[in-house]
């Protein structure tokens, strides 16, 4: 079993940052990839990005590219997703996700609100 627990949400204005954190615990360690995903009101769940179990390999939706940069330390178990000059189409709730090919986990979601 995993937990996974997201933290770094908020209120933030056009071209603004914000950093979102998730924190994983129970049987962890580099077993998953991880991915950050987000749901708009009305829309569908979508990923935004993703991490390789080492870290060597990563995938950004086109709508982030150059803009959201997600990396992960396996040694504090925490996956990090730094999100820059954010728009207001970024708001949504995201989701942390983990995944093996056995498991899949999610997180409870942090809310980001990005103000135009």
């Known amino acids: 079993q995993v937990q996974l627990v997201e933290s770094g949400g908020g209120l933030v204005q056009a071209g603004g940052s914000l950093t979102l954190s998730c924190a994983a615990s129970?049987?962890?360690?580099?077993?998953?990839?991880m991915g950050w995903f987000r749901q708009a009101p009305g829309k569908e769940r979508e990923c935004v990005a993703a991490?390789?179990?080492?870290?060597?390999?990563?995938y950004s939706a086109e709508s982030v590219k150059g803009r959201f940069t997600i990396s992960r330390d396996n040694a504090k178990n925490t996956v990090t997703l730094q999100m820059n000059s954010l728009k207001p189409e970024d708001t949504a709730i995201y989701y942390c996700?983990?995944?093996?090919?056995?498991?899949?986990?999610w997180g409870k979601g942090t809310l980001v609100t990005v103000s135009s």
């Open positions: 129970g049987r962890t360690g580099s077993n998953y990839a």
């Open positions: 991490i390789s179990r080492n870290g060597d390999n990563t």
């Open positions: 996700h983990a995944l093996n090919s056995a498991m899949n986990y």
